[in-house]
T-cell receptor, first 112, second 119 residues
Framework: SQELEQSPQSLIVQEGKNLTINCTSSKTLYGLYWYKQKYGEGLIFLMMLQKGGEEKSHEKITAKLDEKKQQSSLHITASQPSHAGIYLCGADGDGSARQLTFGSGTQLTVLP | DADVTQTPRNRITKTGKRIMLECSQTKGHDRMYWYRQDPGLGLRLIYYSFDVKDINKGEISDGYSVSRQAQAKFSLSLESAIPNQTALYFC??????????????????FGPGTRLTVL
């Protein structure tokens, strides 16, 4: 079965700083999904990257997919307190789009 | 109104009790999922359903059962709750495969979660 490892597990940054979260898969990535979760709430879809070295941006958040490394990175530019939360990556491990496997999440704290 | 709703939002129960968590959606999606979230373990899939007659076990289905009463409703039951089932439970929906450049994809929409505590 596919496993997704996220790093770091937690991150504390000062407001205005840039940061990167990584998601590495044990198998080929057919689709990589990034979600954000505020404490005690549901997951909000951020963006999805498909196989092919794709890069997408949403406001100040950019995600890239490196298919050779079986890895995706999420980069936040000029972080704000509103960026705080848990970021989870999810992947379609076999290309069937039947289900997603999720990483354990990265807890981001942004200090004002 | 929220597209995916879960009831109850919080529940405290005792070991051995039967518990039902309910999920309703107004998105018109065929696919529905139940996950549990534990600290440090991310989300793990319990059951998923692609339509009313199609129900599948996920990674951790033991101790759980589900019912898809209608396209819009998907319930999760714990027949005899035990303390290690204490977790945050999420329901999700998906429209199903939409063809992308390199194949189908499966964007999922999540409910707000149910915090279950089994004493």
């Amino acid at each position: 079965s596919q496993e997704l490892e996220q790093s770091p597990q937690s991150l504390i940054v000062q407001e205005g700083k840039n940061l990167t979260i990584n998601c590495t898969s044990s198998k080929t990535l057919y689709g990589l999904y990034w979600y954000k979760q505020k404490y005690g709430e549901g997951l909000i879809f951020l963006m999805m990257l498909q196989k092919g070295g794709e890069e997408k941006s949403h406001e100040k958040i950019t995600a890239k997919l490196d298919e050779k490394k079986q890895q995706s990175s999420l980069h936040i530019t000029a972080s704000q307190p509103s960026h705080a939360g848990i970021y989870l990556c999810g992947a379609d491990g076999d290309g069937s789009a039947r289900q997603l496997t999720f990483g354990s999440g990265t807890q981001l704290t942004v200090l004002p | 109104d929220a597209d995916v709703t879960q009831t109850p939002r919080n529940r405290i129960t005792k070991t051995g009790k039967r518990i039902m968590l309910e999920c309703s959606q107004t998105k018109g999606h065929d696919r529905m999922y139940w996950y549990r979230q534990d600290p440090g373990l991310g989300l793990r899939l319990i059951y998923y359903s692609f339509d009313v007659k199609d129900i599948n076990k996920g990674e951790i289905s033991d101790g759980y059962s589900v019912s898809r009463q209608a396209q819009a409703k998907f319930s999760l039951s714990l027949e005899s709750a035990i303390p290690n089932q204490t977790a945050l439970y999420f329901c999700a929906t998906s429209v199903g495969v939409r063809e992308g450049r390199t194949g189908g994809y499966n964007e999922q929409f999540f409910g707000p979660g149910t915090r279950l505590t089994v004493l």
